[in-house]
């Protein structure tokens, strides 16, 4: 999650400046306090650098912003903090989402905007059946429990809903189709080490993990293209506090 301050209405403008300097994309679980909000000092930023960040710069630039680690339903901010809060991803993680929406439209200020996304229903790869199938034959305990409320909010009306009943109002949701084409190597690579597929591989034993390597791939080698394809639709909100 990313709190973003309004810094330009309430600061000098070199502080407004650095506001545009800001990196674009959020980190998982986050929330960022903009440097310029006043916790952090910042030097002014020069009108030449104005727009044109130099490259790696924002990298660096993120690693110095300040984050805070906390629970979407107990947030450690005071009432009518922020200005925009940004949840990409998260809500159906949060075992109290509705909890959560009305923490987060607390610490907005009083036409403050919240924008989020979640995951339509989604079918996904028909290959990543194949490799839970093999997964199972190979004897590769389940993940723990994994909190993924989809249900709740995966269609524009649920999702509406939920924000109307924690406060917000003019909730717009729109719908956008989303698909990934990875070749058959990127697809293993990414479920032999990340998520829940990454997770369950790796509580087998070494010599159990290369027979279910040699084995999915057998299999994945004769499905068809189409079937690598993961296709979903992506829920984009955006609702406003009154
Ligand atoms: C799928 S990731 C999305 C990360 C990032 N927004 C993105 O789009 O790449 C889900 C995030 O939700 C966060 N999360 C899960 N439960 C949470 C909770 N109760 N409160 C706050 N964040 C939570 C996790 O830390 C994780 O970073």
Redesign the pocket.
């Known amino acids: 999650?990313v709190g973003i301050r309004n810094t330009a209405r309430r600061r000098p403008a070199h502080r407004a400046a650095a506001a545009s300097h800001s990196p674009p994309?959020?980190?998982?679980?986050?929330w960022r306090r903009h440097p310029a909000s006043g916790n952090s000092p910042r030097r002014p930023v020069s009108p030449h650098r104005r727009g044109r960040p130099r490259r790696g710069n924002a990298a660096s630039h993120a690693k110095r912003l300040p984050r805070t680690i906390?629970?979407?339903?107990r947030l450690p901010f005071k009432t009518a903090s922020y200005d925009v809060v940004v949840?990409?991803?998260?809500l159906f993680?949060?075992?109290q989402p509705e909890t959560?929406l009305r923490e987060v439209h607390r610490v907005l200020r009083a036409g403050g905007s919240v924008g989020l996304?979640t995951w339509g229903q989604d079918a996904g790869a028909r290959a990543l059946e194949i490799w839970n199938q093999e997964l199972d034959r190979h004897g590769a305990p389940p993940d723990g429990p994994l909190?993924a409320q989809h249900d709740l909010m995966n269609t524009p009306g649920k999702l509406r809903a939920m924000l109307q009943r924690a406060g917000f109002h003019r909730a717009q949701v729109d719908v956008m189709p989303w698909s990934h084409r990875p070749t058959l190597r990127h697809f293993i690579e990414q479920h032999r080490t990340l998520g829940v597929t990454g997770r369950r591989l790796a509580l087998l034993k070494p010599a159990a993990q290369g027979d279910f390597l040699r084995h999915v791939r057998l299999r994945l080698e004769k499905a068809r293209v189409h079937d690598l394809v993961d296709r979903g639709k992506v829920l984009i909100a955006t609702a406003l506090t009154p």
């Open positions: 999650m994309s959020p980190r998982p679980g986050c906390a629970d979407a339903a949840m990409a991803f998260v993680h949060v075992p959560a996304t909190i």
